[in-house]
């Protein structure tokens, strides 16, 4: 890696000139000036770390003028930079099921294109024929551009609830949902659960079995997340348990603490309730109407905290 020591020297002549620092300061910090003229350097590629060519991996040399004084320093450079980011980036993510630096590179390289993908303009012929690449109809590919749309005014603070997406296998509701929740982690500082439910069931089973406290951690993390996502509610087996005790409490939550969730499902909300109400009733130990009742005020939460949009579509899975 070549120094480049004449940009260096250009900075310093720079700080001298702003900062009015007299002869004698430039005597006095001849030697840090130097060692800054003769060290400092960007790293290229950030992304590869490995490839870091500071002296110390990671740091790279910085002069700082203050009070009269020069201070030798190291400051994070680009790699670091770079990795301190991606690691901020996925602390966001409270809990997932699905891995958010692989899923960015699903349709386009990065997932700032994969929004792009959803502002172009169907009746502009070029950008149609991008969309038919992905898309087949145009129903489908306006309703998903409602989706982003109705996203992005819940991030200007315009809308506060989140959506409620269904409709048949294979349209790519969850993949639509990950752009979102990459979107929101990465360029909004949001936090993140996202979870099928049915996962989201054996995870709990796994860790009401042997750790109340993580269970406990789980419930936490779904209600206090900035966004939450729901995946594929209705896929998972209905119980009483899962209803009551799970669902009911997170949303409950999030509705007393006006939180944005977003669900998923193959099902509108109203069959969702019935199949509930129908499949706990089966088992329910209390009375019928005890049941109707518990099942009528978890469907009331769904309602209140998402606007409920079906999408029309082909399979894209069996395209
Ligand atoms: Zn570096």
């Known amino acids: 890696m070549e120094i ?21 300061t430039l005597e006095l910090y001849h030697s840090a000036i130097n060692w800054y003229v003769n060290n400092h350097f960007d790293c290229q590629n950030p992304e590869n770390f490995p490839s870091c060519q500071q002296s110390q991996k990671g ?121 979102l929740a990459i ?41 206090i997340a900035d966004f939450l996502f729901l995946d594929d509610i209705g896929g998972e087996p209905a119980s009483e348990w899962l209803r009551d005790d799970v669902l009911f409490t997170v949303l409950n939550y999030r509705m007393t603490h006006e939180k944005t969730t977003f669900f998923t499902s193959n099902f509108s909300i109203d069959r969702l309730r019935k199949n509930y109400q129908a499949k706990i009733g089966k088992t329910y130990p209390g009375s019928k109407e005890d049941n109707e009742l518990k099942n009528e005020r978890f469907i009331e939460r769904i309602n209140v905290l998402a606007k409920e949009i079906e999408l029309i579509g082909t399979n894209h899975r069996i395209k």
């Open 183 to 223: 979107d929101a982690a990465k360029n909004h500082k949001k936090t993140i659960a996202f979870y099928s439910v049915s996962n989201l069931a054996n995870l709990l089973k796994g860790s009401f079995n042997n750790h109340v406290e993580s269970s406990k951690k789980i419930l936490e993390q779904l209600q």
């Open 4 to 24: 480049d020591r004449l940009e260096n020297q250009t900075l310093v002549n720079k700080l001298v000139k702003t900062h009015q620092v007299s002869e004698q």
């Open 59 to 179: 740091y790279k040399a910085s002069l700082k003028y203050e009070n009269n004084q020069f201070y030798k320093g190291f400051v994070p450079c680009e790699h670091l930079v770079y990795q301190q980011n991606r690691q901020n980036f996925l602390n966001r993510f409270l809990l997932t099921d699905f891995d958010p630096l692989q899923q960015e590179q699903v349709f386009y390289k990065t997932n700032e294109q994969n929004l792009k993908f959803f502002a172009l303009n169907y009746d502009d012929s070029k950008s149609q024929e991008i969309i038919q690449t992905r898309i087949n109809s145009k129903e489908e590919f306006l309703l998903k551009q409602q989706v982003v749309a109705y996203y992005q005014d819940v991030l200007a603070n315009k809308k506060r609830y989140g959506i409620y997406l269904w409709g048949s296998l294979g349209l790519g509701k969850t993949t639509l949902f990950r752009f």
